[in-house]
């Protein structure tokens, strides 16, 4: 099919592609969704004459016609891309958006692919499939299950609408070759995507079990390519394997062994409350953290069951302003000691906590005004880190020499310094927790964006039920000492340092601005950053080489100052968005008091204030 978004294409060739798209889409709803559009975008006014201006309704049909073939033009503008991150997209009829067509598409590419790798190994291949809760997810998973088995592939599906972490569990679990994730994660709920995973015979490196990475996602690409339409894709009708709820148990069993036996007492006095977002993992989530001894949990109740439509947030990921009000409400209400958000696929988890230096009056009455606040992913990824850290501390055996922390580079450098102080190896990897899983030797990794990996041996990927139960845990044995998060915290700033992190972001809607506003800072950087010089400017297109390993090339910047603050930029990989994320560090003394603790932490954000104030200056903003 012919990309309208690389050449000129006419209304008569866009109607034609459209036509024979339609006639060959499988799913009756997209196909009539597309043929109004085109009824839509050949309809002509009524009573409409030559050199006369149109009336009222015949405007309102004309632009009715102009909307639609602008629609159309963009659902043909090219069949949605696979990447890195496989598929995800809107959903809709049409090459350009998430349906069953372009999925049926993209597993058989992935099927050619596999049988490729693996021609003339026996047995034949395995895939484990599974899906959320999400409009059309099921039925995606179905189309996947029957594509793969008609051409040979032992498909496994999981039993029911469950967390990403299953299905990556699962695939190094049951020795799969490969593993597909019907999800869009925390994107609004028009959209739908697509995640591939490698394992088995297919990967036997530290990536295995991973989510694909380039060539891999190329090579897959160029199957799909291939395919000449819907119709030529053999399809089963039965034929793979339902399987049972074994393999949940296994994950939890697993999970559960995470949590320290001795702190069960501990445990039970934790008052949490827990939202899934409307997503796959309160049920999981809340199993996991039963049986490691958590029995005071409340689950918000109106984000309890899965629901694609999302309808008491306006956008489903924790992140987002206002997305865990529910749950800081509830936790005020009820005088919750710790809130636990997961995403909707339950692969990313936000914790929230009351901090008395956060009491605001100027916000919710339950929630600022009695200091709760949510943590920011750094923050968690620190307390994780020192937690995985003191872990590997206290086993009697002696440490592998391989065992790595890891992040990514637009993460916090804190953990680096707690790596170091635990003599444990300490690795920074592009965005993306496609590469932070596969370093050599993980025994934890994050990414600022609230996800975490505690279990690399068995979940290769971001778990955000794991991460939960250890971020639990830790609050627990801290409660049962009379103690919190924010003063394990503060003992963190006054042992490395206190590092504050934060972002600035630019919102493009012309998506030629992002390379120019980085070309542009390339060229012109800030001389200053909150009055401090600009020591050293690094090109992360050109790679780098710092003590940490090199990294390859990636489009972005990095600015760092003479007191120590941090600055990278880079596009947004999933929004047109410029990123900044800022970190500063202000040293504290090892015995600093609570009052220096509090005066350093007011001084941090005074100056990220002004960087961030400065940054906006530099994007023209």
Request: charged share 25%.
């Amino acid at each position: 099919m012919d990309d309208a978004g690389s050449k000129q294409v006419t209304w008569s060739e866009l109607e034609g592609q459209v036509q024979a798209w339609v006639d060959d889409d499988p799913d009756h709803d997209t196909a009539d969704e597309l043929r109004a559009l085109l009824e839509r975008a050949n309809r002509e006014p009524d009573g409409l004459q030559d050199g006369r201006d149109p009336d009222p309704t015949q405007r309102q049909v004309i632009d009715q016609r102009h909307a639609a073939r602008d629609e159309l033009a963009d659902r043909f503008s090219g069949l949605l891309q696979f990447g890195t991150a496989g598929l995800r997209g809107r959903l809709g009829g049409g090459p350009h958006r998430m349906n069953r067509a372009v999925v049926i598409r993209a597993a058989s590419g992935i099927a050619d692919f596999l049988l490729g790798e693996l021609d003339g190994v026996s047995p034949r291949p395995r895939v484990v499939v599974g899906y959320d809760a999400r409009h059309n997810s099921h039925d995606f998973a179905l189309d996947t299950a029957a594509v793969l088995t008609a051409v040979g592939i032992e498909v496994l599906l999981l039993p029911s609408a469950l967390p990403t972490p299953v299905l990556a569990f699962a695939v190094r679990h049951l020795e799969a070759d490969a593993g597909i994730m019907v999800t869009a994660s925390h994107n609004p709920p028009q959209d739908n995507g697509y995640k591939v995973y490698l394992g088995g015979r297919v990967v036997s490196d530290s990536g295995q079990g991973a989510q694909i990475v380039a060539p891999v996602d190329a090579a897959i690409a160029h199957e799909i390519a291939r395919v000449p339409s819907v119709a030529s894709v053999p399809r089963a009708q039965d034929g793979w394997t339902l399987l049972d709820d074994a393999v949940v148990d296994a994950y939890v069993a697993t999970a559960v062994a995470l949590a320290d036996p001795a702190a069960r007492a501990a445990a039970a006095k934790l008052r949490i409350v827990l939202t899934p977002l409307h997503g796959v993992g309160g049920a999981v989530a809340q199993r996991v953290l039963a049986e490691a001894g958590f029995t005071d949990v409340l689950v918000v109740p109106e984000q309890a069951d899965p629901d694609g439509d999302f309808p008491s947030v306006a956008f489903p990921n924790p992140e987002e302003p206002g997305a865990i009000d529910l749950a800081i409400g509830l936790a005020g209400d009820e005088g919750a000691d710790l809130v636990l958000a997961l995403d909707p696929d339950a692969d990313r988890c936000a914790a929230a906590v009351q901090d008395p230096r956060s009491r605001s009056f100027r916000g919710p009455d339950t929630a600022a005004a009695e200091g709760w606040r949510m943590l920011h992913g750094d923050e968690t990824g620190a307390l994780l880190g020192a937690t995985v850290a003191a872990r590997l501390a206290a086993d009697p055996g002696p440490l592998d020499p391989t065992a790595t922390f890891a992040n990514s580079i637009v993460s916090s450098r804190l953990l680096a310094r707690i790596a170091d102080a635990a003599s444990v190896r300490h690795a920074q990897t592009l965005t993306g927790f496609k590469w932070i899983s596969r370093v050599d030797g993980l025994v934890f990794g994050y990414e600022e964006a609230l996800g975490y990996c505690v279990d690399p041996a068995h979940v290769r990927d971001k778990d955000g039920i794991t991460a939960a139960l250890l971020v639990a845990g830790e609050a627990a044995r801290l409660k049962a000492a009379g103690r919190t998060l924010v003063d394990e915290l503060d003992d963190l700033a006054r042992t490395h340092g206190l590092h504050l992190t934060d972002q600035v972001s630019a919102r493009f809607t012309d998506l030629a601005q992002i390379p120019a506003t980085v070309d542009r800072l390339r060229s012109a950087p800030p001389a200053t950053l909150a009055g401090s010089q600009v020591a050293r400017v690094v090109d992360l297109a050109a790679g780098t080489d710092d003590d940490r390993g090199g990294l390859p090339p990636t489009e972005g910047l990095r600015l760092e100052t003479q007191d120590g603050t941090r600055v990278i930029v880079r596009p947004s990989g999933t929004e047109p968005k410029v990123k900044c994320y800022l970190e500063v560090v202000v040293p504290l003394d090892a015995g600093a008091d609570d009052h220096a603790v509090v005066a350093g932490r007011r001084a941090a954000r005074e100056r990220l204030d002004a960087v961030a104030t400065d940054m906006r200056t530099a994007l023209g903003l």
